[in-house]
């Protein structure tokens, strides 16, 4: 009992930490202005400084060739490719990202103007620059949220028709033309999208079951911002089953599927996305979404914070119908903490990044699959016996580490933080400084979310074939700047894998440049997304019925019980079979019968 | 060094069989009153905590599956109950891998009537046999060489004498490991008064080497209540010297010195408790407002936790198994009950050696681990009539009952991990139509009249503690972790800790950690400058937030 008391005054002091922190360096994130677009731009060749200016310019080329060339092989990801070269370009906006913006999943420290703090909780930022090249619009981190355009991009080439969508005049068969979009003919063909996704994601159709009779978002107006992808309908026509009526936008110029937002304009749903917006689209979807007689949203499904900034910016009235904000990224939560720190956060907001279930999918579960495959898909490396070291062991560093000696290879770790570094021995792998295994390892994998992890002097020192990959953050854990020097000659072998060769014939692989490879190089299940879809629609339901004064205005984490029960609608896909508590043993325990199972403090 | 271990093993087993004779006393007890048992279990728990006045005995004292160890091994001499209230796997452990070997029969007087004097001519302290000094030393010695950490730490700090002037009484189990931690304190700076926790856990001649020292111990192996209680007082009530701070495994010499001298606390920095129930104790007071100095709670902090509960017990599953039943795992059937920090570890080291793993929580969060973890989760009668091994970890109670038992296939192992002695229910077995064949120590064949056999170990007590060790490692944590806590709370600047129960600050946590990494030749990174600032990081830690989860 008391036990539990503590506990949760511990997380009190936490969230409190979290509004207590310090300012960010610049408000960029709140004012998307002209002005703002020039600070953006000069912080990242302040930050970033000579290496990304280098990366630009001598590689561009190349890469976007690859690009081309490689758009009929992987017909699922052929999105990635044209991406590809299009970071090239971009690499110092990306940066910029950085400079401002806070993408490591920390509620706790984001606030503090600490970019990252924690290795596991890393993901790669944006990858796509938006076309006029200021920043990327792509500000989720989580795997579920960047990733779902990696796995799912729409396949239906956009490039057939060059009219804008916002000049074409388009009706569904309902004769309702509230939605924009590239082509609502594709519908059929995104229906067939949305089903197959509905295969996977059995969690939210059971909530639909579960919760259809009570209808828990009867009245609820949700407006959203997220990726539209097959997963996402899911989402959307669940939320809409459930009661709820929705108006949606994409949240990253590139990742919508065309036909996936087609089904959803037949469908009755007023979407505004399409593939290939322009900065100036972008804004008008997401305005669009809001600006509409007649209808105003109570509820902000958002992902990166841009919607929730627009209705602050341009319809500050809105709030006072707004029952909750839940958001997704780390960026968007980022944005909260700052908003509810200077006072400014005038209605309550659900992080569901930090959510338990969430966390580890996204990290643990979802790395120690996709390094396997990235590997196997760039170099066909065989794993057994092969020296590998991992720099960090955080939870994708966990990941990798037990994925890689469950093939027979050898791990060695490298760690700043003793405990993990604790850790790391007692699972059974040397703890070593970089330097001292360098000249041995075939694989170097970064995790560590930090930036100059492996240095030009290390990648001097590798042997010969040796693989280079980065698992943790953005592209600054390996030195990728310095390996373009005059001496050394690149050579793109395939997508995503460069051979660089030292004078003296050696080579090193580097893959994706330096970028993730989990982002570039593998998918990410349905069933990862699943996860954070449920766990939004759940921080709807939560936010939308929740009695007046339970949330105030301010940034809370989604409730353990909640976080449970995400957990238990997944359970089914596994035919797991969860035991229940008796009443005389839920008594002897003093827990509810129904959760929650454990205090906040809880480590899992 | 790992062959001075070895050499101490085989007479670490003769001590553990001494251990079994008098866990045997504890048996014919608990088996008379077995068809109470969890009546006891509770009594035992409620009597603990009506002794602090302030709070109602409640009935959840203990929450978390993780935390849960076995709580009252050996009752008291008076049967009311057990004086051993530690629950962390370091706390309850020490005795039954390292109790005294010198045998206490040989002298039948009281320590409390002999007058002894050391060396030195100091006779402040109460120990069976000072001329067991020697002896003591090696022991000592022996667990220097596995409790690195602190060795290091009396090095690193020796200089700084970080405890110059702490005056600390403390009430733990006397072992060469606490000898080791005591000494450290020492030599950092601190005097010390120091008595048991329990009455039997005592190592004699550690005491003995102690109190050789000049370290003023109250401590014997087979104390009474009475003289429980007389050690405590004799190591708080002396003249001229008062303590400041109070080191406590169990809560009891906090409670003493609560209720008989409570001017005491005005000159107290600060206590420092490493068990479940003193933590517990603790909120209680603190809850109710009258907890009127800072303390620290150790037990958990995650190094400790974590090795407590996934380390240890990922060992221990298979250590216990095979010592008792020398069962072979490859491709058993074994499930699991409870996917927490021991079950995690259970099935870990299971599956590794090729058992066909089951497990069933009631946790969904946890079931999902366990399902990505490559386990299926079940409930436990859908495989009760398939497995061979059955294993309880969930600090709950009557998680098997007898109409599983009956269902269960001959020769099925049954044995407990998690809490206590009520995960399995064990009393129902007590019927005439079962017959009971005590095979080995520990080890009960309960035979149905069909002539089917199930393997009940330990009667349903915990599996790590009657039969396996606790490796001094784990216990260096805990001590390690101890005295950092003692640091902390003694050189905090005034005002940083208020009269509430703290956990330990994570760069402490991250430093127990770093003294441990020495063990593995492990090489910790170091962030450059440049790397710090762009994680907004101290180089020297903390390097994670508080609701890391690791």
Known sequence: MSVQVVAAKMAEVELKDVSAGKALPAESPVTPTSEDKTLARNEPQKEAGSSAAAATTPTAEPSAKAGEGNRGLLTPSAAKMPQASALKHSDPQQNGGDAFVNRDGTVAEAPRM?????????????????????RSLSRSISQSSTDSYSSAASYTDSSDDETSPRDKQQKNSKGNGDFCIKNIKQADFGRREIEIAEQEMPALMALR????????LAGAKVVGCTHITAQTAVLMETLSALGAQCRWAACNIYSTQNEVAAALAEGGFSVFAWKGESEDDFWWCIDRCVNVEGWQPNMILDDGGDLTHWIYKKYPNMFKKIKGIVEESVTGVHRLYQLSKAGKLCVPAMNVNDSVTKQKFDNLYC???SILDGLKRTTDV????KQVVVCGYGEVGKGCCAALKAMGSIVYVTEIDPICALQACMDGFRLVKLNEVIRQVDIVITCTGNKNVVVREHLDRMKNGCIVCNMGHSNTEIDVASLRT???TWERVRSQVDHIIWPDAKRIVLLAEGRLLNLSCSTVPT???????????????ELYNAPEGRYKQDVYLLPKKMDE???SLHLPTFDAHLTELTDEQAKYLGLNKNGPFKPNYYRY
């Open 486 to 488: 005059p001496e050394l």
């Open 367 to 369: 790395c120690r699959e």
């Open 209 to 216: 079951k579960r919760a259809q009779g009570e209808k828990p």
């Open 114 to 134: 600490k970019k990252i703090q924690f290795a596991d909780q890393k993901q790669e930022f944006n990858k796509r620059p938006s076309k006029i090249g200021r």
């Open 382 to 385: 065989m794993f057994g016996g």
């Open 565 to 567: 029960y995400v957990a």
């Open 527 to 541: 069933f990862v997304l699943s996860i954070t879809a449920t766990t939004q629609a759940l921080a709807l339901i």
